[in-house]
Each structure stands twice: as C-alpha cells, then as structure tokens.
C-alpha cells in the first residue's frame, strides 16, 4: 500500500478535502462520488454485501527475479466465482507493479454467512496468497 491508498481511505471514512489537505501538505480534494472500499489496496479482499456481482481492482509490486510470469491459483468461496484479469501477471525490468481485476459473482439466492477462500498467484517458485471474505445480501423489495 502507498500513500495513494490511504488518502483513498480517508476520502472514503468521510475526512473532509481541508483536513486531508493539511496533513498532505498540499491540496487534495476527494473524487465525487466517493471511492469504494472494495478498492482500497489491501492484502485481502472482503465484501460484506454482494448483491450480485462487482469488480475490484489490487496492484501488486514484483519482489522477485526480472521478467517473472505468475499464474493464478483461485480457491473460491463456497458459490462465488473469482474471475481475474489479466490471467496472468507479467513482470519485467521496466515493469514492477501489475493492477489486476477481480470480477466477484454470487450464485446464491439467498443471504449467506460469510464463505471463506483465496486468490493466489505463484510463479513456481514464490506464492502470494491473498484471502478472500464474501457474504450475499440479497435485496428484497416488500409492498
């Protein structure tokens, strides 16, 4: 995570331009309509309340050899689809840093607890594993 990520944090909790501004040193203002959580660079990926499906993104730094090609190892939570892109993540001398989308899809058709797996990507040798937390909310509209 850089300091992208929580100045994204702190325009979601609600600070205000003024008080992120003074603790940057400089003015900032928050984008209109506010940042999702779900996009907050965290090392994990939990979403509360799906209601269907949504797509989130995560960037990730290469610490290993040049020109490293990671593969995904998915084990998702029970009744949620992981679909990633790109496939794969390509890293190389001028490349360090690869953002990557996870489309999220619920095939319940009812509330659930939260369902626990994870999104990992492995270039044979070194593994990186990022847990996955999902619960479904389905919407119901009473008359």
Do not use: Q
């Not at 730094?61 to 689809?81: A, K, Q």
């Not at 939260?114 to 999902?134: A, K, Q």
Request: net charge neutral; aromatic share 10%; charged share 20%.
């Amino acid at each position: 995570m850089g300091l992208d990520d929580y100045v994204h944090y702190l325009c979601y909790a609600d600070y205000d331009d003024e008080s992120i501004s003074k603790l940057l040193g400089k003015p900032h203002n928050c984008s209109s309509p506010k940042p999702s959580m779900l996009d907050f660079n965290m090392p994990s990926i939990t979403i509360p309340s799906l209601t269907g499906e949504v797509t989130l993104t995560r960037t990730v730094t290469n610490v290993g050899p040049v020109d490293s090609v990671y593969r995904p190892v998915v084990e998702p939570p029970l009744g949620i689809e992981l679909e990633r892109n790109p496939k794969t993540l390509v890293f190389g001398s001028n490349i360090t840093k690869v953002t990557f989308g996870v489309r999220v899809r619920t095939s319940h058709r009812v509330n659930s607890d939260y369902y626990f797996g994870s999104l990992g990507w492995t270039d044979g040798v070194h593994n990186i594993t990022i847990p996955v937390s999902v619960r479904t909310k389905i919407l119901r509209n009473y008359v």
